[in-house]
């Protein structure tokens, strides 16, 4: 009885709720000569789609995921607007146009916007986009129209995203697989969709007013009732636990937030490493003071991405996690990503009136030319070490490094391709130059480190076999002690004379693989000194742990740095668990290093652990480049060939995660000092950040540079 007095407290409530059927009757009855609602161009907020007659319906995930696999593959961003009519501007074209301009979109965004009810469509790229007319109009006329026509509208966008891809990696343009819809979803149009939104206002209204009106007829009797004795809680007691509707990280299912904080992973990972690339062009340039304060804002970043890498870890070890905990830990992982790439586009600004690229372009474009001759210079040379490795070590040792030469020379070749651009934009388009100077640094400074890396692993895989050769006397000392003692347990003594053995007829057998070897003695050299630590001294049991510690660190510092330079230079294929396993591979080695003096046996675990870790990091890095989509050559799946991408280099610097889409696109990719995260809107609002400026504040600044001039197509369907 008491809800029923609430709800119809008297006449008056039961009037308005009158009142307003018959204002919404109103609304229904608009008959087709009342004008139609304007749709204005919409607002995409941290999101890649806005969708105002629900033409995707169940569908908005599939659509999301190809908007990301898009973004991964090519670093190119789509997004996509369905409407009922093109309406509040002269026409289709304007309506795009506008909506771009509006959103902050870039030079490497791209705008699908599909009125349903008007039945028309329109792409929008910028002016200086590296897609070409023809690209646009294969995939309007492959991918998109035919999709449209049958009212797919799901899948007009995924087919948009699928030839997008294609087409930028140099591939005909997939026809769509095709799912009919609905002829006119919401019943939009420009003669009836606006109704439709009126009609919804008009509920809203109406529903907010007879909640308020509920609302404050209930607080008043909540208030008598204290004064009664026997009366419920008092006033103010607030709503149920539990009683809001979810928002944020509540709305989103397990999987997308855990598919949201890899990607968070990577594109922080990534502008991580191209933010401290361009610190250091710039620390050779101005000096440490000057660019102390971007030092300092670079260190803070990657505190925040090691402990996003470390919860990641948390969640991908053996250890069973609730659904709460992963929850949490996904929501602190995309928490932290936001914090890093905001601690650097704070820095944007003054990043960017510090290197003056556009001012200093000629002088710019010089320096790097130079770089790239010397070089290009050291490439012959490690290829000829390449080989003479070959010959001394097996190709699973040589693994991380075995196309090294030919990925450096593909740098170099992107590096040209890009300071020939520039050159011609240096006094014609500035911003245009910079963008392609700023690319060829980076590169120069890739095949630097590919070629650096031969080198460092033929340094490692030469001190690994010395200290094969040195475990080998230790072990065979051990057995000798071991045969004197009955007690010690006769499996641990066959098992280490196999491994002995083994390794012994390795060595002499041809190339090897010293880490691997290593790797088994140590564990071989662990079990021995378990069964041996009964009839050591104090002293012997020191040294024995010195000596396996030092081993393990060895071991561990090989294996991590060919594991970061593995995935540096080819950061644009590699995911988030090899880079999840690097992170923790490089923590686990500080604490290792840190205590060797004071706790030389956890120094041992954690310096084990994380060589573990980085040959896992290697095995998960390889096969994502295995798999990556465009990039040539059996096995390795990095190519090899020369000149990749029509003379270009431009795979080369896809794979290298240098490239946007295409050199002097007008947006570079990377850094965050300037740009590259996530879209703004917070964790929750996108799988991705949208891009935009990136590269300590090169141009474009986040999400574009303005007003641009436009080119498209579009049409009825």
């Not at 002088?363 to 010397?374: P, Q």
């Not at 024995?544 to 081993?551: G, I, N, P, V």
Request: hydrophobic residues 45%.
């Amino acid at each position: 009885m008491r809800s029923r007095r609430l709800l119809f407290r008297g006449t008056g409530l039961a009037a308005l709720v009158v009142v307003g059927l018959c204002f919404v009757g109103l609304c229904f009855g608009a008959g087709p000569g009342t004008p139609a609602y304007a749709e204005d161009p919409p607002s995409f907020g941290s999101s890649h789609v806005v969708d105002t007659v629900g033409a995707l319906g169940s569908r908005t995930d599939e659509v999301t995921a190809a908007l990301d696999r898009l973004y991964v593959e090519t670093r190119t961003d789509l997004f996509v607007a369905y409407v009922g009519s093109f309406s509040g501007v002269a026409d289709r074209q304007q309506w795009a146009d506008q909506t771009a301009d509006d959103n902050g979109l870039g030079t490497n965004d791209v705008l699908l916007a599909v009125a349903t009810g008007d039945r028309q469509y329109q792409l929008s790229v910028a002016q200086n986009s590296a897609l070409t007319d023809a690209q646009l109009l294969e995939v309007e006329t492959v991918a998109i129209e035919p999709a449209l026509r049958v009212n797919d509208w799901a899948g007009a966008a995924i087919g948009a995203a699928n030839g997008f891809a294609a087409t930028i990696g140099g591939q005909p343009v997939p026809a769509p697989s095709l799912t009919p819809g609905a002829a006119n979803p919401g019943g939009g149009g420009s003669s009836g969709g606006g109704v439709l939104i009126v009609v919804l206002v008009a509920l809203v209204v109406f529903l907010a007013i007879v909640v308020g009106t509920i609302v404050f007829f209930a607080r008043r009797a909540r208030r008598g009732a204290v004064t009664a004795p026997g009366a419920g809680p008092p006033a103010g007691a607030g709503p149920p636990a539990g009683a809001a509707p979810p928002t944020g990280a509540a709305a989103l299912s397990t999987e997308e937030l855990s598919r949201r904080a890899a990607t968070a992973l990577v594109q922080t990972d990534d502008a991580v490493t191209s933010s401290e690339q361009e610190l250091g062009f710039a620390l050779a340039q101005y000096g440490q003071v000057a660019t102390e304060a971007f030092r300092t804002a670079l260190d803070s970043a990657k505190a925040e991405l090691r402990a996003a890498f470390t919860l990641q870890q948390k969640l991908d070890d053996a250890v069973p996690d609730t659904e709460e905990q992963r929850r949490d830990w996904f929501v602190a992982i995309l928490d932290g990503c936001e914090r890093a790439n905001a601690t650097l586009d704070d820095q944007a600004a003054d990043f960017a009136a510090l290197r003056q690229l556009e001012k200093n372009a000629p002088a710019a474009a010089a320096s790097a030319t130079s770089a790239a001759d010397a070089t290009e210079s050291r490439i012959a040379p490690a290829a000829t070490r390449l080989a003479e490795l070959a010959g001394r070590y097996t190709a699973a040792a040589l693994g991380t490094v075995a196309d090294n030469a030919d990925q450096a020379r593909e740098r170099i070749i992107f590096a040209r391709t890009a300071l020939s651009e520039a050159g011609k934009r240096i006094e014609s388009d500035p911003p245009g130059a910079a963008v392609g100077i700023r690319a060829a640094e980076e590169s120069v400074d890739q095949a630097g480190l590919l070629l650096d890396a031969v080198d460092r692993l033929g340094t490692d895989l030469s001190t690994a076999a010395d200290r094969v050769t040195a475990t080998l006397t230790e072990l065979q000392g051990d057995l000798a002690a071991a045969h004197a003692l009955p007690a010690t347990p006769p499996g641990i003594i066959a098992d280490t004379e196999r491994v002995v053995a083994d390794v012994s007829a390795r060595l002499g057998a041809g190339p090897i693989n010293p880490l691997e070897l290593l790797g088994r003695l140590e564990a071989a050299n662990g079990r021995m000194d378990a069964a041996l630590q009964g009839v050591r001294d104090a002293a012997a049991q020191a040294q024995r742990t010195e000596a396996a510690l030092d081993q393990a660190l060895l071991s561990a510092h090989g294996q991590v740095s060919a594991a970061e330079d593995f995935i540096t230079a080819r950061r644009g294929a590699v995911g988030a668990e090899a880079r999840t396993r690097l992170a923790e591979a490089g923590r686990l080695l500080a604490q290792a290093d840190a205590a060797r003096a004071t706790d030389p046996g956890s120094a041992l675990a954690a310096a084990q652990r994380s060589g573990s870790l980085a040959a896992e990091a290697i095995t998960l890095a390889r096969a994502d480049v295995d798999g990556f989509a465009g990039v040539p050559g059996p096995g390795t799946g990095l190519g090899g060939g020369q000149s990749a991408g029509n003379g270009s280099g431009m795979l080369g610097a896809v794979l290298g995660g240098i490239l946007i889409n295409s050199v002097l696109t007008g947006r570079p990719g990377g850094g965050l000092f300037g740009g590259g995260s996530f879209g703004g809107g917070g964790p929750f609002g996108g799988s991705r950040g949208r891009g935009g400026g990136g590269g300590f504040g090169l141009p474009g600044g986040f999400g574009g540079a303005g007003t641009r001039s436009h080119r498209g197509g579009g049409g009825r369907f």
